[in-house]
């Protein structure tokens, strides 16, 4: 009984990694610390600025990147595809945070239930889960490569070299739950091979005994 116990209380500490993953990816969305750019121009204003999945920040004002309200007809050919993959992104990422509350509640039940089909199933979710947030992920580097493509036609090379720019942290926590999500899913694959091997030990166990 005190192993059946311990067994069950070790698979559900499997789905801490999912909430972590969970707190990060919101954190993540909802700061504007994905983008950061530096300008170290001396005798010139301030035109550094950071920014997030919804909003630029630069010079003390704060505006909302119209991925979704801009007229596409009025754009240029580059710009309607950097808006398409910012589309892709804002789409993307909040849906894997959705996605990820349910996982956690598939990951405790399954981890409680003690099923072999049902801890194998929530494992290829989360594995689904961290595509997501991968893909996502992927997308908003492929998305300010083309905006730093962009950027530097229209800048002179000498001011390119006051120009410092890299991802910040919220970047950096979206990495972090999808390595968690990753481990997550392989957590709970292992965590359905020892108790599919711990049930047909139980079982030869109790053959053996009648």
């Given amino acids: 009984m005190s192993s059946s116990k311990k067994t069950t209380s070790s698979l559900a500490f499997?789905?801490?990694?999912?909430?972590?993953?969970?707190c990060l990816l919101a954190v993540s969305i909802g700061t504007d610390?994905?983008?950061i750019i530096d300008v170290n121009k001396p005798n010139s204003q301030d035109l550094s600025s950071y920014s997030g999945l919804w909003t630029i920040n630069e010079a003390n004002r704060t505006s909302v990147i119209p991925?979704?309200?801009?007229?596409?007809?009025?754009?240029?050919?580059?710009?309607?595809?950097?808006?398409?993959?910012?589309?892709?992104?804002?789409i993307l990422l909040p849906l894997g945070l959705v996605l990820l509350v349910f996982g956690w509640i598939f990951g405790l039940v399954s981890s409680l239930a003690y099923s072999t089909k049902l801890l194998?199933?929530?494992?290829?979710?989360?594995?689904?889960?961290?595509i997501f947030t991968l893909t996502g992920v992927s997308l908003y580097i492929q998305y300010h490569?083309?905006?730093?493509?962009?950027?530097?036609?229209?800048?002179?090379?000498?001011?390119?070299?006051?120009?410092d720019v890299y991802f910040g942290?919220?970047?950096a926590m979206a990495w972090l739950s999808y390595s968690l999500e990753l481990a997550?899913?392989?957590?709970?694959?292992?965590?359905a091979k020892i108790t599919q091997m711990k049930g047909r030990y139980d079982?030869?166990?109790a053959v053996a005994t009648l």
């Fill in 33 to 35: 610390y994905w983008y």
């Fill in 120 to 130: 194998t199933g929530t494992a290829v979710y989360f594995l689904v889960c961290s």
């Fill in 169 to 171: 942290w919220s970047f």
């Fill in 14 to 22: 499997v789905s801490k990694p999912a909430l972590l993953s969970f």
């Fill in 67 to 90: 991925s979704f309200t801009a007229n596409m007809s009025a754009l240029s050919k580059a710009d309607r595809h950097l808006l398409e993959l910012h589309r892709a992104v804002v």
């Fill in 184 to 191: 997550t899913g392989l957590l709970l694959l292992l965590a």
């Fill in 203 to 205: 079982c030869g166990v």
């Fill in 145 to 163: 490569s083309k905006a730093m493509e962009e950027f530097q036609r229209t800048v002179s090379p000498e001011d390119l070299a006051y120009v």
